[in-house]
């Protein structure tokens, strides 16, 4: 490290500057949370052999590109090599961000798997037991309310609430799939994900009215559609209505 000039004075855009003055830089307000996985990528990887690397900031040294790489940088006191683009904004990150690789789900499923975290083990053995897609598993596994579960899967801080109703879930959405071979739908599993909650709903009643009309239950455009179409399939032939829209 003694071989880097730390150089904080007189910075000109287009230029690149080395410090160790980590002090100096912050975050810019807005940029998305920090993405734990691939800090500690990086940091495996910069440990063992740090290659030459630039973060981009603005003239408020706000760090405009590079965030990861600056942390692990501040984290092993590593020289930090950087360029100032005078007037640059989030507007300038978003776009940065954008035509950079984008991990996918399987991507952060594979990484926290790999780093031992024990939810997304047993997530990853949850889909592969019923290849369900990853929203119908946040569903399942996280709750309702599948965007956050979305945010908290990305950051690393994803829970199962409750891996036993879970499973008997999905099992039983997997018996329907005898009937219908689109039961792994998203709509269609937030619909009857919903209607398994119901203590008026009888799932072996269900199941024997699927059994009368093997060929009832179709493709629906939306939630409701499917709620309807299961509450006509569930009262076929039966004197006292049972509502499971509301």
């Known amino acids: 490290m003694n071989n880097f000039k730390n150089r904080t004075n007189g910075e ?3 230029h690149v500057h080395t410090t160790t003055d980590y002090f100096l830089f912050k975050p810019i307000e807005g940029n998305r949370n920090k993405n734990l996985l691939h800090i500690n990528r990086l ?11 630039v973060i981009i900031v603005n003239e408020k040294h706000e760090i405009i590109d590079g965030q990861h790489r600056f942390d692990v940088i501040q984290d092993l006191k590593l020289p930090l090599h950087y360029i100032i683009c005078k007037g640059y904004g989030l507007n300038e990150v978003h776009i940065l961000n954008q035509n950079s ?18 939810h997304y ?5 949850f889909k592969s037991k019923f290849g369900f897609g990853h929203n119908e598993c946040m569903l399942l596994l996280g709750g309702s309310d599948t965007g956050h579960s979305i945010k908290e899967f990305y950051c690393g801080e994803f829970k199962i609430k409750d891996y036993n ?4 879930k999905a099992t039983k959405i997997t018996m329907i799939g005898k009937y219908y071979d689109g039961y792994k739908k998203s709509s269609f599993v937030r619909t009857i994900a919903q209607i398994l909650d119901k203590p008026v709903f009888d799932f072996t009643q269900f199941m024997q009215k699927l059994r009368i009309q093997p060929t009832a239950l179709q493709d629906c455009s939306n939630n409701e559609q499917y709620k309807l179409l299961i509450e006509e399939i569930y009262n076929y032939r039966t004197r006292e209505k049972v509502n499971l829209r509301y």
Request: aromatic content about 18%.
């Open 121 to 125: 083990i047993e997530y990853a053995k």
């Open 165 to 168: 109703k879970a499973l008997e």
């Open 101 to 118: 690789k984008t991990w996918n789900a399987d991507d952060y499923l594979t990484g926290y798997c790999q780093l031992g975290y024990e």
């Open 43 to 53: 940091k495996k990887s910069m440990a063992e052999n740090y290659l030459f690397t």
């Open 12 to 14: 000109n855009s287009n």
